[in-house]
């Protein structure tokens, strides 16, 4: 007899709220307000083509950027707001270093012009002003003025770092460029936000700089398939899921006070802001939890045990991350053909799994796999065990229900 073994994966599947709600709108990049004595720029003018020789032939002084600038302009040498998507969150660094050059000062102007998360049609704007005036419009002057004076990063108390040293302890090549990518989130989310925000306002911006800043000059993609479990080979990938999106608003969240936290869902994860509304991979819902409960088929004795929709403690999202490590070992040792390395990473598995299970009792999800390894290696006590305890979590969980049905020494 044969029997389909399946691996719980945190699925970040299309949730039930965005086929119900589709027709809310999605997030808008964030907008910087413009000053009282001098409102941004929006002039039919300023939304006219500029080509460089024109450009060059009015500005001979900037013959010597004529490199620079080509780029600036685009392929067809000719400036549109368009071109300026290449630019769409990468940071000042990348800008100088990687786009154009370090060697002038006006090119570290417009490094200030097109790093800043600012709506394509202000920068727009800013850009043709500095380009013909050589001045900063006052909302650019503005927004640069406040990201001079933020230092904003990873603190040592962030509860990501816990995350980041746990997936280094695999990858430790992918350390930096993990840190390298939070920092600068948390930096342009930093230079944007004023408590002023809605929560609305907070997450969905969040959300639109952490998707726009680059990896190697890619974007990143969200909410692929969940095959990976890692924050850091998410991030190499260009890609995050449910669960590694959240974890990125965790970081910045935890630098700039928000009240957030993560909550569960069967195979799903989202973050929830206190006493106010959700925010379901890339939507914001202002109503209470309740109305993603009525909308699902989560068992109601998982929600009367507190498996699903409650905010995680420190402890439990420590789990949740040690269980997304035992997840990548246990896909690495199926993978594996050497019997000593399948060994291996059995047995850092099982470490893992019994760490998340310690912090996160109630990790359904973990009990779920711990039983499925049990199984593929023959340990059928431990494998009914584990299988009984994630279905007495959560009763809808039907792969581990098909599972212990084919177990002879299980009973309902």
């Given at each position: 007899m044969s029997f389909f073994l399946t691996l719980a994966l945190l699925g970040c599947s299309e949730s039930p709220e965005e086929k119900q709600k589709s027709g809310l709108a999605t997030p808008t990049q964030p907008e910087l307000s413009s000053t009282p004595d001098k409102p941004a720029q929006k002039s039919q003018s300023s939304n006219m083509p500029l080509t460089l020789d024109d450009y060059i032939t009015q500005h001979q002084e900037r013959d010597a950027n004529r490199q620079d600038l080509a780029i600036?302009?685009?392929?067809?040498?000719?400036?549109?707001?368009?071109?300026?998507?290449?630019?769409?969150?990468?940071?000042?660094?990348?800008?100088?270093?990687?786009?154009?050059?370090?060697?002038?000062?006006?090119?570290?102007?417009?490094?200030?012009?097109?790093?800043?998360?600012?709506?394509?049609?202000?920068?727009?704007?800013?850009?043709?002003?500095?380009?013909?005036?050589?001045?900063?419009?006052?909302?650019?002057?503005?927004?640069?003025?406040?990201?001079?004076?933020?230092?904003?990063?990873?603190?040592?108390?962030?509860?990501?770092?816990?995350?980041?040293?746990?997936?280094?302890?695999?990858?430790?090549?992918?350390?930096?460029?993990?840190?390298?990518?939070?920092?600068?989130?948390?930096?342009?989310?930093?230079?944007?936000?004023?408590?002023?925000?809605?929560?609305?306002?907070?997450?969905?911006?969040?959300?639109?700089?952490?998707?726009?800043?680059?990896?190697?000059?890619?974007?990143?993609?969200?909410?692929?398939?969940?095959?990976?479990?890692?924050?850091?080979?998410?991030?190499?990938?260009?890609?995050?899921?449910?669960?590694?999106?959240?974890?990125?608003?965790?970081?910045?969240?935890?630098?700039?006070?928000?009240?957030?936290?993560?909550?569960?869902?069967?195979?799903?994860?989202?973050?929830?802001?206190?006493?106010?509304?959700?925010?379901?991979?890339?939507?914001?819902?202002?109503?209470?939890?309740?109305?993603?409960?009525?909308?699902t088929d989560i068992a109601p004795e998982a929600i009367a045990q507190g498996v699903y929709l409650r905010s995680l403690t420190t402890d439990e999202l420590r789990g949740l991350y040690y269980n997304n490590r035992a997840t990548y070992y246990l896909k690495r040792s199926h993978s594996q053909t050497a019997l000593t390395e399948k060994e291996a990473n059995d047995r850092d598995f099982e470490a893992d799994i019994q760490r998340a299970i310690a912090l996160f009792p109630k990790l359904e999800i973990a009990h779920h796999n711990f039983g499925v390894s049990a199984f593929r290696k023959g340990d059928i006590k431990t494998a009914c065990r584990e299988i009984t305890m994630a279905l007495e979590l959560d009763p809808s969980d039907e792969s581990a229900l098909s599972l212990r049905n084919n177990l002879s020494s299980c009973y309902p």
């Open positions: 600036l302009f685009g392929t067809d040498l000719t400036l549109t707001k368009s071109d300026l998507d290449r630019f769409k969150g990468a940071s000042y660094e990348e800008i100088s270093t990687q786009f154009l050059s370090e060697e002038s000062d006006f090119v570290r102007d417009l490094s200030h012009i097109l790093a800043p998360p600012v709506p394509q049609e202000q920068k727009f704007t800013a850009l043709k002003a500095y380009l013909e005036t050589g001045k900063f419009t006052a909302d650019v002057s503005k927004s640069i003025t406040k990201a001079g004076s933020i230092s904003y990063r990873l603190s040592s108390d962030n509860p990501i770092n816990e995350l980041i040293e746990i997936e280094s302890k695999v990858h430790p090549e992918l350390e930096l460029q993990t840190r390298d990518y939070l920092n600068r989130v948390i930096y342009e989310v930093a230079t944007v936000w004023t408590p002023e925000m809605s929560p609305q306002k907070c997450l969905e911006m969040a959300f639109t700089i952490m998707t726009s800043t680059r990896i190697n000059k890619q974007r990143i993609q969200t909410f692929a398939q969940g095959d990976d479990s890692l924050l850091c080979t998410n991030l190499a990938r260009n890609v995050l899921d449910c669960d590694t999106g959240s974890f990125v608003i965790l970081a910045v969240a935890h630098e700039l006070g928000w009240p957030v936290s993560l909550v569960m869902a069967p195979k799903h994860a989202f973050i929830t802001w206190e006493n106010e509304g959700y925010f379901d991979q890339n939507h914001y819902y202002s109503e209470p939890l309740t109305s993603y409960q009525n909308a």
